[in-house]
């Protein structure tokens, strides 16, 4: 009589897969970006909050100073009050940005100046302060705006956004230049990320321009820095490739996104934020990038050589990284040539097998840069 025997079969889950490892890592990448968007984004937009938001108090009677005090008091650490002597010196002030608004006591009609271009959501901080003030006294308050921004940008944000335009097309480029540009020398990319950022300038300049009128003037020099600006990106890029391969994609989300959009002051300026992104908005390229521009649109160029060196000091910093990264990738090269001389041909060659997967390597990087 015939018994059936049993085997034990082994159900491979794929667990071990060396695939499926692969897989995993790579999605590492998405979900630390993940993280840190929610992170950087929520910290910085979710609760804008006065934090010593400067203002002025216009009057150089003894009222005025305990006006000021009183208004200082009250507010505690969200406002920085001071009081100035004439009208005339706190529209100064506030085209100088050092403070966002300047409340003129009166008894019959007070005034409050603004100057939205800086901020608009300043400005309606500053409004929120000093509404209830001229409610108490039984006045309407008298709001004048001595800087507003453009007719096609009334909220004046759409600096901001051309910001994030010019971002992208900089450090989505990275991915390219590195990756699919890894076989050609350093000096090559390195020409090809400064023609890129001439190019992605080209396009910022025209979307603040013809296409959506943010800018009516100075048109050219808004194109220089965006030049500036894409190519401290750019260049930065191609030289962390070297050193971080795959990963620079999540560098570059983390310089140039996340710590870079929340900090540039295009939503929110840093009196409304907390101390980490006011900070950063003191030094980081993107703040010297949209406040420049800024300054150059709504201010007479108020602070605008400062922002210009910002620009230039991230763009050196990326071309000394780049020059670095092209030095370490000549000594590997020579430290590699050895080995391919003496190495015995067994099979498929290590050269052949390196320049089947190095384009592989490439395309899942760039899919993966696209990807996010």
Known sequence: M????????????GLRSPALRHVLTHLVTPLLMCLGMGLAYMGAFVTPEPNHLPVAVVGAAPEAKVFAQTVKDEA?????????????????LLKSRDITGAYVPSAKTPELVVATAASDMGATAVEKVFTPVAAQRDVPLKVTDVAPPAADDPTGQGLFFLLIAVSIGSYA????LGAAGSTLPMRARALLAAGVSGVVSVIGALLAGPVFHL????????????????????????GLHTFLKRWTTLAMMVLFVMLNFTSSGGLFRPELQ?????????????????????????FGRDGLSGDVWRLVVWLLAGLVLTAVAGAVERVRARAAAPRRTHAKPVGVTSAEKAAGEEPADAEEELEESVGV
């Open 2 to 13: 015939y018994k059936p025997t049993f085997r034990r079969v082994h159900m491979d889950t």
């Open 76 to 92: 505690g650490d969200k406002l920085d009050v001071r009081t100035v002597a004439s009208r005339a010196e706190a529209v100064d």
């Open 173 to 176: 480029s990275v991915a390219a």
């Open 215 to 238: 800018a009516h003037h100075d048109l050219l020099t808004v194109w220089g820095m965006s030049w500036l600006y894409s190519a401290g990106i750019l260049f930065i890029g191609v």
């Open 274 to 298: 907390n101390g980490f992104f006011g900070t950063l908005h003191a030094f980081w390229n993107g703040a010297g990038f949209v406040e420049g521009v800024r300054s150059l649109l709504y």
